[in-house]
């Protein structure tokens, strides 16, 4: 599971934690957008010894707001 996630370009620059519990995933840690965030949620899906995960994962907020 970690190597996938390592693997994952999407997900460069991304502090992931993982841990597992038989064949449930949960991952934590913080990424910087909603798409890296779906990226590492499929990532960890596809795996096949996998049953299910659990999103613990953080987006990043931007330091500036919107105007």
Known sequence: MRL???LNRD???TDLTVASYR?????????ASLGQR?????????TG???SVV???RVRVS?????
Do not use: K, Q
């Open 4 to 6: 996938a996630l390592s």
């Open 11 to 13: 997900l460069a620059g």
């Open 23 to 31: 064949r449930e995933v949960t991952l934590g840690g913080e990424v």
């Open 38 to 46: 779906d990226s590492a949620l499929r990532t960890a899906r596809e």
């Open 49 to 51: 010894s996998v049953s």
């Open 55 to 57: 999103d613990r994962l």
């Open 63 to 67: 330091a500036e707001a919107p105007r």
